[in-house]
Structure formats: structure tokens, C-alpha cells
């Protein structure tokens, strides 16, 4: 018995759609995000859009997903530098580079599905989260944070200060607050505090160092 294989995507249909998505939430923001509005931008019909992405919260993930940059995990040798570094990058990841207004009513939508929640955590959450769960556990290794320090709930807190300045339009997390975050943690878990805040005089950074 033949198989008969449909039409291989287009991957140029695929990209003018994504770009079409992230253009419209930009413009409209999530309340005014419609396929109509992606298929007219991206040159294509609703149909040819669904037969992609079944759902247009996984639409959405895909599109959010283009636009995030997932640079090396910072390895400077200096722990503080690092651990700041990685938080920046996740404000990067999940506020800058984001639509604004987008990531919490899409994460209230994905919520009550297991199958679309895993998926936006997989793509949006997940990643910039493994690269600062890394340096804390490099932190570890070189004898600066306690041995029995908990990697994931220090990446939890630092993490979740993030998160809500995404979520919450009264409670931004600007970069500039990267450095107190990571200094109030470390305080907690680090070895020798004050050797690390040396550490990171020594590295010369552009970080506001603790006193």
C-alpha cells in the first residue's frame, strides 16, 4: 500500500508567521492577538497557520521563543560577577526581550494544561533557569557557597525575583537590581562573603560592588 506524504512545511511560511505573531503582540498586545492579524501580516490563511501550530498558545510559545538568546553561562572565576551576570541575563531573557504584557496571562491560559504548560516551560522557563542553576553549582564546586548549600532554591529565589518583575507591572525588576539580589543571597549561603566581594573588586567589573 502507497503513503501519500502531504507537502513539506515551508520553512519560509514558518518564519514570516512567527515574526508575523511577535509583530501583532507588540502592536496589540495578548487581549488583542488574533490569527486573523498573523495570517494577513504573514502572507498566509488561517487554515495553513493551524495545520503548524494547533493551538495559538503554542503559536505563541514558538514565537516567544525566537527571540530569546541563550549566550554561554558566564565563567569569569569570580562567583558574584558570575552569579550577577546570570541574573541579567535572565532579566534579559524574560523581560526585555519579551513583548510586553504577554507572559502572564499566556502562563494564566497554559496553567490548567499539562501538555501546553510543560511545553511554554520547556521552551521560556526552563533554560535561562539551567544556565544560572550551572553557575550556582560551578559557585559550589569552587568552595565559595557552603557544601550543603540547596542550587535550586537559591536559582528559585533569585529566579522568581525576575519572574514576578515580568508578571507584575508594580513590581519591575530592573538589571541595576541584580547585584543586591545576589549580594542579599549570598550573604546567606557564601563561605566567606567579604572574600568574594574582594573577589569581584579584583575582577575590575562594571558591577556595583557590596560594601
Request: net charge neutral.
Amino acid at each position: 500500500m502507497t503513503r501519500h506524504v502531504g507537502r513539506p512545511r515551508d520553512p519560509a511560511i514558518d518564519r514570516s508567521v512567527l515574526e508575523a505573531t511577535l509583530a501583532v503582540l507588540r502592536e496589540y498586545g495578548y487581549a488583542g492577538f488574533s490569527l486573523e492579524g498573523v495570517a494577513a501580516r504573514a502572507g498566509t490563511t488561517k487554515p495553513s497557520i493551524a495545520r503548524r501550530w494547533r493551538r495559538r498558545q503554542e503559536l505563541i510559545i514558538a514565537a516567544l521563543t525566537t527571540v530569546l538568546v541563550r549566550p554561554p553561562v558566564p565563567d569569569t572565576g569570580c562567583t558574584r560577577c558570575d552569579l550577577i551576570d546570570g541574573v541579567e541575563l535572565l532579566v534579559d531573557a524574560v523581560i526585555r526581550r519579551m513583548p510586553p504584557g504577554v507572559l502572564a496571562p499566556l502562563i494564566a491560559e497554559c496553567a490548567p494544561d499539562p501538555e501546553l504548560n510543560q511545553k511554554l516551560t520547556d521552551a521560556l522557563v526552563r533554560p535561562p533557569r539551567e544556565a544560572l542553576m550551572q553557575t550556582v553549582r560551578r559557585a559550589i564546586d569552587r568552595g565559595h557557597l557552603r557544601p550543603d548549600t540547596d542550587a535550586e532554591l537559591v536559582v528559585d529565589l533569585l529566579a522568581s525575583l525576575v519572574f514576578q518583575g515580568s508578571l507584575l507591572a508594580d513590581a519591575p525588576f530592573c538589571s541595576e537590581r541584580a547585584a543586591d539580589a545576589v549580594d542579599l543571597v549570598l550573604r546567606g549561603v557564601a563561605v566567606d562573603f567579604r572574600a568574594l566581594v574582594e573577589i569581584s573588586h579584583r575582577h575590575g567589573g562594571t558591577h556595583r560592588h557590596a560594601t
